[in-house]
């Protein structure tokens, strides 16, 4: 079956999560001692313990803030944990971003992202950065967050899009790599903070960036 569609996760594949979150943190949580990648792993504890049950994401960002700020020792306002939360749109692209996405709409693929976040938070990134997508689905528009398989339901039920032509591509493999595997769904694991694969997902392609993702998919065109 031909190829027709791209879906991708935004922050962490399009969008430089690592470093969008990291420098905001700083910002809010001052002189912490934990910093760098412990700070990041903890911070990732905190939003999963907030994403058990559906919350819109400013919401969870906003409480994220407030319990680790707690568990750090730092003091954090609740106006300072908002202004945290709408920080998102203000994240860095990734440079290979914007030119892989031209490339792949003017190679007749239809491309989609599939997102936990509000739909004003994407739709204020894909502004702020250019970003050339067909459409999208968000964690608001299915009241869930993946790594729940309703994102990926969803985007099949609005383009009619078929399993075997559908590409999603990722950073996550926990949120992204592992449910579509489940879904028997192709995927595309773009290693962009060079972490080690965990045994039992088995993506179609790894790469550590869109721009050799784009060789191996022109590899694969007619």
Same mark, same amino acid.
């Given at each position: 079956?031909?190829?027709?569609?791209?879906? !991708?996760?935004? $922050?962490?594949?399009?969008?430089?999560?690592?470093? +969008?979150?990291?420098?905001?943190?700083?910002?809010?949580?001052?002189? *912490?001692?934990?910093? +760098?990648?412990?700070?990041?792993?903890?911070? *990732?504890?905190?939003?999963?313990?907030?994403?058990?049950?559906?919350?819109? $994401?400013?919401? *969870? /960002?906003?409480?994220?803030?407030?319990? %680790? =700020?707690?568990?750090? +020792?730092?003091?954090? =306002?609740?106006?300072?944990?908002?202004? !945290?939360?709408? =920080?998102?749109?203000?994240?860095?692209?990734?440079?290979?971003?914007?030119?892989? %996405?031209?490339? #792949?709409? =003017?190679?007749?693929?239809?491309?989609?992202?599939?997102?936990?976040?509000?739909?004003?938070?994407?739709?204020?990134?894909?502004?702020?950065? +250019?970003?050339?997508?067909?459409?999208?689905?968000?964690?608001?528009?299915?009241?869930?967050?993946?790594?729940?398989?309703?994102?990926?339901?969803?985007?099949?039920?609005?383009?009619?899009?078929?399993?075997?032509? #559908? /590409?999603? *591509?990722?950073?996550?493999? $926990?949120?992204?790599?592992?449910?579509?595997?489940?879904?028997?769904?192709?995927?595309?694991?773009?290693?962009?903070?060079?972490?080690?694969?965990?045994?039992?997902?088995?993506?179609? !392609?790894?790469?550590?960036?869109?721009?050799? /993702?784009?060789?191996?998919?022109?590899?694969?065109?007619?």
């Amino acid at each position: 079956m031909t190829r027709r569609f791209l879906t !991708f996760d935004c $922050y962490g594949t399009l969008i430089d999560w690592r470093t +969008g979150i990291e420098t905001e943190l700083r910002k809010l949580l001052g002189d *912490v001692r934990v910093r +760098g990648q412990d700070l990041l792993k903890a911070y *990732v504890a905190a939003e999963a313990e907030e994403e058990t049950e559906y919350r819109s $994401y400013r919401e *969870v /960002l906003r409480r994220t803030a407030l319990s %680790l =700020s707690a568990r750090l +020792g730092a003091t954090v =306002s609740e106006d300072e944990a908002t202004r !945290f939360s709408g =920080s998102v749109p203000k994240w860095p692209a990734f440079k290979d971003t914007g030119k892989f %996405l031209r490339d #792949m709409g =003017s190679k007749g693929f239809q491309t989609y992202i599939l997102s936990n976040v509000d739909d004003d938070i994407l739709q204020e990134t894909i502004r702020r950065n +250019g970003l050339e997508v067909e459409g999208w689905v968000t964690a608001q528009e299915v009241q869930s967050y993946k790594p729940s398989p309703t994102h990926w339901v969803r985007f099949m039920q609005k383009t009619g899009a078929r399993k075997g032509e #559908m /590409l999603h *591509v990722a950073q996550s493999v $926990y949120h992204d790599i592992v449910p579509c595997q489940g879904l028997d769904i192709a995927s595309a694991w773009v290693n962009r903070y060079n972490e080690k694969m965990p045994s039992g997902p088995h993506p179609m !392609f790894v790469t550590d960036d869109l721009a050799h /993702l784009g060789e191996l998919l022109d590899a694969e065109l007619p």
